[in-house]
Each structure stands twice: as structure tokens, then as C-alpha cells.
T-cell receptor, first 114, second 110 residues
Framework: SAVISQKPSRDICQRGTSLTIQCQVD?????MFWYRQQPGQSLTLIAT?????????ESGFVIDKFPISRPNLTFSTLTVSNMSPEDSSIYLC???????????FGPGTRLTVT | DAKTTQPPSMDCAEGRAANLPCNHS???????VYWYRQIHSQGPQYIIH?????ETNEMASLIITEDRKSSTLILPHATLRDTAVYYC???????????WGAGTKLIIKP
């Protein structure tokens, strides 16, 4: 299993600014994922972040808008850049602990852009 | 796009079994069926997964039809804390990616 924490838990930001979200895992994991959950919607995968390699982005998400760092096996950051109100969402990180069958999720970061 | 179809909402009385259906008629032979749930304001939580056989753990049972085109998640004795959105997902684990559909909002009523 894995315990995941995210910082901040929530934030209210102004249009045009950037926010960096941190994801910390209590054990070393190879695969980490970042998701977005817009209000009332399901989860959409933003990117997969493996340590030692560039993040792989899904269609509709680009590195300039959502740069990701993965400096080690227990930590990752997602930055939401040049924010607009459309970026208001819950951002979640998850990990696969290598068993291949279940992912563990953080509690999410609730972002509101005004 | 998600490869599963679920009813948007269901009600269940507390203490009764909650049976949540999922259709996955285009499932491939190497794809697993996963169930997760998301309680309000929390991250999703893994419940159970299966390939062909029925599975049971401390949280739930998963019944997969013989042709694997549909499945049912069973919460044997639902409690108010089981109120959540339940997601049925199929994945072959090749890239560990999960494609999330809309899920079923399950409301447990006292």
C-alpha cells in the first residue's frame, strides 16, 4: 500500500498566476500519475511521471501549461501555469506501487481561479 | 473514451446489499475489470479487480459474467459510509493507465 499527501489541499488563485502542487508518497514508487477532476466530472489523466524520464502527457495537455517534476521516487510536483478560471478543478496524484493492480490516490488539491 | 457503461445513480437501503452493474461489452481478453469509489471530497479508493473469476475481499464481491461483457459489484451490507461514486474501469495494465467513465452515484438511505 501507499500513503499519499498533497500540498496545498486547496487554494484560490488569480488569473494569470501559477500554482505548484506537491505530491509526497511514503514509499518509493516508479509510476506516478496526475489527474484533473473538473467540477461534477470524472477524472481525466493529465500525465504519467516516471522518475528519471520526461513526463508523458495525454492528448489535450501540454508541458508548457502543466510542467511536471519527478526528482526522486517519493515526490512529484505539478505546476498549473498562467491560470484561467477554466483551470478550476481538483488535481489528484496517484501511484502504482508495482503490483500492477491498484492505484493509490492522494486527497486532491482543490484549485479555484478567480 | 471509457469502455464501460454504468447507471448514473442508484439508491440502496442501509443494511441491504448494494448491487452495482457495469457493462463492458468490448472488453478484450487481457483486460481486467477494476472498481474504485470516490467518497465526497476525497481521492478515489481501490475496491476490487478481476479478470475472469468472481472475486471477494473484505470490502466487496465482484461477479463477472461468463462472456465477460458485464459485471456486478456487490456491497453485501451497505452502510451510510458507502455513499459514493463508484467507477467501473477496464484496463490491460500495459501502461497502468485508468480511463474513468462517469461512474454510478450510490446513495445509501437510512
Amino acid at each position: 500500500s501507499a500513503v499519499i499527501s498533497q500540498k496545498p489541499s486547496r487554494d484560490i488563485c488569480q488569473r494569470g498566476t501559477s500554482l505548484t502542487i506537491q505530491c509526497q508518497v511514503d514509499s518509493q514508487v516508479t509510476m506516478m500519475f496526475w489527474y484533473r477532476q473538473q467540477p461534477g466530472q470524472s477524472l481525466t489523466l493529465i500525465a504519467t511521471a516516471n522518475q528519471g524520464s520526461e513526463a508523458t502527457y495525454e492528448s489535450g495537455f501540454v508541458i508548457d501549461k502543466f510542467p511536471i517534476s519527478r526528482p526522486n521516487l517519493t515526490f512529484s510536483t505539478l505546476t498549473v501555469s498562467n491560470m484561467s478560471p477554466e483551470d478550476s478543478s481538483i488535481y489528484l496524484c496517484s501511484v502504482d506501487v508495482g503490483e500492477g493492480y491498484e492505484q493509490y490516490f492522494g486527497p486532491g488539491t482543490r484549485l479555484t481561479v478567480t | 473514451d471509457a469502455k464501460t457503461t454504468q447507471p448514473p445513480s442508484m439508491d440502496c437501503a442501509e443494511g441491504r446489499a448494494a448491487n452495482l452493474p457495469c457493462n463492458h461489452s468490448t472488453i478484450s481478453g487481457n483486460e481486467y475489470v477494476y472498481w474504485y469509489r470516490q467518497i465526497h471530497s476525497q481521492g478515489p479508493q481501490y475496491i476490487i479487480h478481476g479478470l475472469k473469476n468472481n472475486e471477494t475481499n473484505e470490502m466487496a464481491s465482484l461477479i463477472i459474467t461468463e462472456d465477460r461483457k458485464s459485471s456486478t459489484l456487490i456491497l453485501p451490507h451497505a452502510t451510510l459510509r458507502d455513499t459514493a461514486v463508484y467507477y467501473c474501469i477496464v484496463s490491460d495494465n500495459s501502461n497502468y493507465q485508468l480511463i474513468w467513465g462517469a461512474g454510478t452515484k450510490l446513495i445509501i438511505k437510512p
